[in-house]
């Protein structure tokens, strides 16, 4: 594989773009490490699971990535499926395995729409009967 493979990552209002190129592992996220981006420990693993569930052959590839949206959460799961994809479709054998862990499945939970007349999408104005 000498050409660049692309995949996309979505969760809540965060898109990531992936582009896997041959190299040495590197995770490069809007021109910074991954690591600088996603400070806490929580965040990286939650990057790094489908790289160490695949294992040894994941990290032959740099991963170049554009994450817009969302907030910081939302980012990293949305980086988490891009990487997931990308990965199937450098390797098909990688597929039976991260779908074992629900890497490859997109979590459609949004945030529901405000409703006029009440304070939330769900909360209700006290009711007063007189």
């Not at 949206?69 to 990487?83: F, H, T, V």
């Not at 939970?109 to 769900?122: H, N, S, Y």
Request: charge should be positive; charged fraction near 30%; glycine fraction near 8%.
């Amino acid at each position: 594989m000498t050409e660049t493979i692309t995949a996309v990552g979505r969760r809540k209002t965060a898109v990531a773009r992936v582009f896997a190129k041959p190299g040495k592992g590197n995770i490069t996220v809007n021109k910074r490490d991954f690591k600088q981006y996603f400070p806490t420990t929580e965040m990286q693993n939650k990057v790094l699971q489908p790289i160490v569930v695949i294992g040894v052959d994941a990290q032959q590839y740099d991963f170049v990535v554009n994450i817009d949206g969302g907030g910081i959460s939302g980012q990293a799961e949305a980086l988490r499926l891009g990487i997931s994809r990308a990965l199937v479709k450098i390797n098909e054998v990688n597929k039976p395995v991260l779908k074992a862990e629900h890497l490859l499945t997109r979590d459609a939970r949004e945030v529901e729409r405000k409703k006029p007349g009440q304070p939330k999408a769900r909360k209700r104005f006290q009711f007063s009967k007189r």
